[in-house]
Protein backbone atom coordinates (compact mmCIF):
# COMPACT_ATOMS: atom_id res chain seq x y z
CA UNK A 1 0.00 0.00 0.00
CA UNK A 2 1.47 3.44 -0.84
CA UNK A 3 2.24 6.32 1.49
CA UNK A 4 0.20 8.68 0.07
CA UNK A 5 -2.16 8.52 -2.58
CA UNK A 6 -3.77 11.10 -4.74
CA UNK A 7 -6.49 11.31 -7.06
CA UNK A 8 -5.59 10.35 -10.44
CA UNK A 9 -5.52 12.60 -13.15
CA UNK A 10 -5.36 14.69 -15.42
CA UNK A 11 -8.02 16.97 -13.92
CA UNK A 12 -9.21 19.15 -16.90
CA UNK A 13 -11.70 22.37 -15.62
CA UNK A 14 -12.96 25.14 -17.39
CA UNK A 15 -11.21 28.56 -16.08
CA UNK A 16 -13.17 30.12 -13.05
CA UNK A 17 -14.35 26.76 -12.05
CA UNK A 18 -12.79 25.10 -8.97
CA UNK A 19 -10.37 22.84 -9.35
CA UNK A 20 -10.63 20.02 -6.81
CA UNK A 21 -7.17 17.78 -5.38
CA UNK A 22 -7.49 14.86 -2.70
CA UNK A 23 -4.98 13.20 -0.80
CA UNK A 24 -5.16 10.15 1.58
CA UNK A 25 -2.17 8.67 3.79
CA UNK A 26 -1.63 5.51 5.56
CA UNK A 27 0.19 6.91 9.00
CA UNK A 28 -1.71 7.99 11.35
CA UNK A 29 1.28 9.23 13.08
CA UNK A 30 1.38 12.15 10.32
CA UNK A 31 1.73 15.67 11.82
CA UNK A 32 2.27 17.96 8.80
CA UNK A 33 0.60 18.07 5.16
CA UNK A 34 1.52 19.88 1.98
CA UNK A 35 0.68 20.90 -1.18
CA UNK A 36 3.04 21.97 -3.65
CA UNK A 37 2.58 22.85 -7.35
CA UNK A 38 5.15 22.20 -10.28
CA UNK A 39 5.29 23.53 -13.41
CA UNK A 40 6.79 21.19 -16.53
CA UNK A 41 10.58 21.17 -16.11
CA UNK A 42 10.65 23.09 -13.13
CA UNK A 43 11.47 22.03 -8.85
CA UNK A 44 8.39 21.55 -6.93
CA UNK A 45 6.83 24.82 -5.15
CA UNK A 46 5.04 24.87 -1.93
CA UNK A 47 1.80 26.51 -1.84
CA UNK A 48 0.06 25.47 1.49
CA UNK A 49 0.82 23.54 4.58
CA UNK A 50 -1.61 22.31 7.15
CA UNK A 51 -1.36 20.75 10.65
CA UNK A 52 -4.61 20.83 12.21
CA UNK A 53 -8.44 19.59 11.24
CA UNK A 54 -10.00 22.02 9.41
CA UNK A 55 -9.73 24.57 6.65
CA UNK A 56 -6.89 27.06 5.90
CA UNK A 57 -7.13 29.37 2.65
CA UNK A 58 -4.74 31.57 1.39
CA UNK A 59 -6.22 33.92 -1.43
CA UNK A 60 -7.64 31.19 -4.07
CA UNK A 61 -6.58 28.27 -2.46
CA UNK A 62 -8.35 26.28 0.69
CA UNK A 63 -6.51 23.66 2.16
CA UNK A 64 -8.72 21.17 4.34
CA UNK A 65 -7.65 18.06 6.17
CA UNK A 66 -9.09 15.67 8.38
CA UNK A 67 -7.14 13.38 10.37
CA UNK A 68 -9.22 10.91 11.37
CA UNK A 69 -10.01 9.80 8.03
CA UNK A 70 -6.66 10.28 6.91
CA UNK A 71 -7.48 12.53 4.01
CA UNK A 72 -5.93 15.83 2.91
CA UNK A 73 -7.38 18.06 0.04
CA UNK A 74 -6.78 21.25 -2.39
CA UNK A 75 -9.69 23.37 -3.54
CA UNK A 76 -8.57 26.11 -6.49
CA UNK A 77 -11.27 28.45 -6.52
CA UNK A 78 -11.81 30.40 -10.03
CA UNK A 79 -9.00 28.68 -11.45
CA UNK A 80 -6.81 30.35 -14.17
CA UNK A 81 -4.60 29.00 -16.79
CA UNK A 82 -1.85 29.55 -14.97
CA UNK A 83 -2.88 27.58 -12.67
CA UNK A 84 -2.20 24.51 -14.80
CA UNK A 85 0.61 22.19 -13.05
CA UNK A 86 1.05 18.77 -11.47
CA UNK A 87 0.36 18.89 -7.70
CA UNK A 88 1.60 17.05 -5.04
CA UNK A 89 0.56 16.33 -1.71
CA UNK A 90 3.63 15.40 0.72
CA UNK A 91 2.95 14.35 4.21
CA UNK A 92 5.27 14.37 7.26
CA UNK A 93 5.23 12.89 10.83
CA UNK A 94 8.90 13.72 11.47
CA UNK A 95 11.27 15.44 9.61
CA UNK A 96 10.91 13.92 6.53
CA UNK A 97 8.47 14.35 3.59
CA UNK A 98 6.43 11.36 1.74
CA UNK A 99 5.27 12.54 -1.75
CA UNK A 100 1.89 11.34 -3.34
CA UNK A 101 2.66 10.85 -7.64
CA UNK A 102 0.76 13.83 -7.97
CA UNK A 103 -2.27 15.09 -10.16
CA UNK A 104 -2.05 16.97 -13.15
CA UNK A 105 -4.44 20.13 -13.29
CA UNK A 106 -5.50 21.74 -16.40
CA UNK A 107 -7.07 24.68 -16.66
CA UNK A 108 -8.96 25.33 -20.03
CA UNK A 109 -9.37 28.91 -20.83
CA UNK B 1 13.64 35.27 0.84
CA UNK B 2 15.39 32.45 0.93
CA UNK B 3 16.99 31.11 -1.55
CA UNK B 4 18.86 27.63 -2.31
CA UNK B 5 21.11 27.19 -5.03
CA UNK B 6 21.49 24.46 -7.16
CA UNK B 7 24.45 23.45 -10.21
CA UNK B 8 24.77 22.04 -12.42
CA UNK B 9 21.28 22.68 -13.32
CA UNK B 10 21.27 20.31 -15.91
CA UNK B 11 24.16 17.97 -17.50
CA UNK B 12 24.49 14.77 -19.62
CA UNK B 13 27.03 12.26 -19.11
CA UNK B 14 28.05 9.26 -20.28
CA UNK B 15 27.42 5.98 -18.68
CA UNK B 16 30.03 4.47 -15.83
CA UNK B 17 31.18 8.26 -15.11
CA UNK B 18 30.38 10.39 -11.90
CA UNK B 19 28.51 13.54 -11.38
CA UNK B 20 28.77 15.76 -8.21
CA UNK B 21 25.96 18.42 -7.61
CA UNK B 22 26.30 21.03 -5.40
CA UNK B 23 23.61 22.67 -2.88
CA UNK B 24 23.82 26.15 -1.34
CA UNK B 25 21.71 27.58 1.20
CA UNK B 26 21.75 31.30 1.90
CA UNK B 27 21.48 30.64 5.57
CA UNK B 28 22.65 27.75 8.17
CA UNK B 29 19.71 25.09 8.54
CA UNK B 30 20.14 21.85 10.20
CA UNK B 31 18.89 19.79 7.63
CA UNK B 32 19.52 18.74 4.12
CA UNK B 33 17.61 16.66 1.94
CA UNK B 34 18.33 15.18 -1.64
CA UNK B 35 15.54 13.54 -3.70
CA UNK B 36 15.37 12.34 -7.00
CA UNK B 37 12.37 12.93 -9.73
CA UNK B 38 12.08 10.36 -12.31
CA UNK B 39 10.52 11.37 -15.74
CA UNK B 40 7.04 11.56 -15.02
CA UNK B 41 7.24 10.14 -11.17
CA UNK B 42 6.74 11.97 -8.20
CA UNK B 43 9.89 12.44 -5.78
CA UNK B 44 11.66 9.80 -3.72
CA UNK B 45 13.85 10.74 -0.78
CA UNK B 46 17.42 9.77 -1.25
CA UNK B 47 19.19 10.65 2.07
CA UNK B 48 18.86 12.97 4.71
CA UNK B 49 22.37 15.14 5.56
CA UNK B 50 23.23 16.62 8.58
CA UNK B 51 26.95 18.48 9.34
CA UNK B 52 29.24 16.46 11.14
CA UNK B 53 27.94 12.84 10.51
CA UNK B 54 27.20 10.12 7.92
CA UNK B 55 23.97 10.89 5.58
CA UNK B 56 21.06 8.39 6.68
CA UNK B 57 20.07 6.78 3.75
CA UNK B 58 16.75 5.74 2.41
CA UNK B 59 15.49 1.97 1.63
CA UNK B 60 17.02 1.08 -2.20
CA UNK B 61 19.61 3.86 -2.08
CA UNK B 62 23.19 3.00 -1.03
CA UNK B 63 26.34 5.33 -0.01
CA UNK B 64 28.13 3.28 -2.45
CA UNK B 65 26.24 4.39 -5.37
CA UNK B 66 25.11 8.34 -3.61
CA UNK B 67 27.86 9.73 -1.50
CA UNK B 68 26.86 13.08 0.55
CA UNK B 69 28.97 15.53 1.59
CA UNK B 70 27.97 17.82 4.29
CA UNK B 71 30.92 20.17 5.47
CA UNK B 72 29.41 22.67 7.09
CA UNK B 73 25.72 24.31 7.83
CA UNK B 74 24.96 25.52 4.79
CA UNK B 75 26.62 23.01 2.03
CA UNK B 76 25.73 19.49 1.05
CA UNK B 77 27.02 17.39 -2.05
CA UNK B 78 25.51 14.42 -3.78
CA UNK B 79 27.21 12.61 -6.08
CA UNK B 80 25.66 10.02 -8.58
CA UNK B 81 28.52 7.53 -8.95
CA UNK B 82 29.09 4.65 -11.50
CA UNK B 83 26.43 6.07 -13.73
CA UNK B 84 23.52 4.54 -16.11
CA UNK B 85 21.04 4.94 -18.21
CA UNK B 86 18.51 4.63 -15.37
CA UNK B 87 20.12 7.22 -13.29
CA UNK B 88 18.59 9.64 -15.31
CA UNK B 89 16.13 11.54 -13.54
CA UNK B 90 15.99 15.09 -11.90
CA UNK B 91 17.94 15.64 -8.22
CA UNK B 92 16.47 18.12 -5.72
CA UNK B 93 18.42 19.11 -2.65
CA UNK B 94 15.71 20.30 0.28
CA UNK B 95 16.04 21.96 3.53
CA UNK B 96 13.61 21.17 6.45
CA UNK B 97 12.91 24.50 8.07
CA UNK B 98 11.57 25.84 4.78
CA UNK B 99 10.33 23.34 3.14
CA UNK B 100 11.37 24.38 -0.03
CA UNK B 101 13.29 22.91 -2.95
CA UNK B 102 16.58 24.14 -4.97
CA UNK B 103 16.24 24.47 -8.94
CA UNK B 104 16.84 21.18 -9.18
CA UNK B 105 19.45 18.79 -11.22
CA UNK B 106 18.66 17.45 -14.83
CA UNK B 107 20.78 14.44 -15.00
CA UNK B 108 20.64 12.60 -18.23
CA UNK B 109 22.87 9.67 -18.89
CA UNK B 110 23.94 8.32 -22.04
Known amino acids: QKEVEQNSGPLSVPEGAIASLNCTYS??????FFWYRQYSGKSPELIMSIYSNGDKEDGRFTAQLNKASQYVSLLIRDSQPSDSATYLCAVSNDYKLSFGAGTTVTVRA | SAVISQKPSRDICQRGTSLTIQCQVD?????MFWYRQQPGQSLTLIAT?????????ESGFVIDKFPISRPNLTFSTLTVSNMSPEDSSIYLCSVEERRTFGSGTRLTVV
Open chain 2, 27 to 31: SQVTM
Open chain 1, 27 to 32: DRGSQS
Open chain 2, 49 to 57: ANQGSEATY
